[in-house]
């Protein structure tokens, strides 16, 4: 790796400050597992990197009703899948959380790190997208929130201005009867990207015969990790049922833009949706009869 | 230009201090610096987990963290494991079973097992494979490493429940 300067804060304000008054390329470092290897790549050039594992915010994993869950932006996946609220109500975060690369990479890699390296093959993407995440950023300017959805603007380009940071990514609290799932399509089980995947979130009114509210959220079949909301709109106030998450699908299916790669063609990719699409659907609406 | 730190932690047990460059790898500190080559550098991108240790107790590639960051942590690498009169159980096992063949993707794959032993006293071969999906031979067909990790299983229950 090429030579640079290394700096490791404690607190947000000391980052920002570092960030304002540094020239050249600055990088923050949560867990590394994809920064490393593009430093190493000689893909990405950085004079400084800040590690940001030292500040407690971006570290801490917390849930209550009003806030939903906080998780910080540094937080590793094997943090995230062994917290009593997520293993409890966000069962889409778990999905994406324990199929991310391998147990040695889930004790480094971060929902947060995931997020700002923006792939349109985020598996932690999809599953908060469809849960309806706001990122938490920071800047000399002061603090915004970003909905996951706008987040991600390019292959490995996030809406981040010079000078912001991630602090957390905060998804609201379950409604009653609503179930989420994360599924995806890999060659192998673990250790792969993801060719297709697909997050959804179903929430379904007291008598569970009718959909309430959905969010689907496709991955790795367009430049971003992309909303389908024509086609999570077409299950409301709908019975769940094959025939409805089948239509899902196939609107699902005209939403994405696809390439070919060295993981799977356009074609592929598109057949896979509509597959995905149905059976996340289907978990999702049986976690959601499950917990009512 | 040097622009050298101080890194001071626990590396299997003994407190070290030692000086790395920003960029450094924790393997290339290990390896180069500490004389610890037990930990391979294999892929050198985090596939191949050839090079796994434990940080504070936890498994990790040590190609993907910066020596830096082991700042005040506790590390184990595959050094750690036997001491001077006998070898670890998961040692001793993959030597019995016949768990490697070359024996470079050995070390990562016996620290892998270490931490899946110390969480999980009894795994099912489903779990033994899904935790070292991580760790790639290439060599033994992944049969013999499986039966290595229940033979480790079995080793350390019988030493938890003493001589007979």
Known sequence: MKTFDYEAPVTIDQTITMMSKTHGQILLLAGGTDLLVQL???NKDVDLVIDVKGIPELNQISYDELS???I????PCSQIYESQPVLEKFPAIIDAATIIGGKAIQNRASFGGNLCNASPSGDAIGAM????AICNVVGSEGARNIPIEEFCIAPGKNALETGEMLISIQIP????NSGSHYIRFTPRAEMDIAVAGVGASIELDSNLDQILSARIALVAVAPTPLLATEAAESLIGQEPSGPIFEKAANIAKQTIRPITDVRGSASQRKHLIGVLTRRCLDIAVNRAVQVS | MSNKRVVSSTINGQQVEFLTEPQQSLLECLRDTLGLTGSKEGCNDGNCGA????????????CLMLGIEIDGKDVVT??????VHELHPVQEAFVLEDGLQCGYCTPGFIVATKALLDRNANPTEDEIRFWLAGN?????????IVRSVRLASQLMNDAKEGPQ
């Open chain 2, 78 to 83: 595959v050094e750690g494991l036997a001491n």
């Open chain 2, 136 to 144: 790639l031979c290439r060599c033994t067909g992944y049969d013999k």
């Open chain 2, 51 to 62: 090079c796994s240790v434990l940080i504070n107790n936890r498994l990790v590639n040590a």
């Open chain 1, 68 to 70: 939903g869950l906080i």
């Open chain 1, 129 to 132: 997208m469809s849960l309806g």
């Open chain 1, 72 to 75: 910080g932006a540094a937080v």
């Open chain 1, 40 to 42: 190493r790549s000689g």
């Open chain 1, 173 to 176: 609290s379950p409604r009653p």
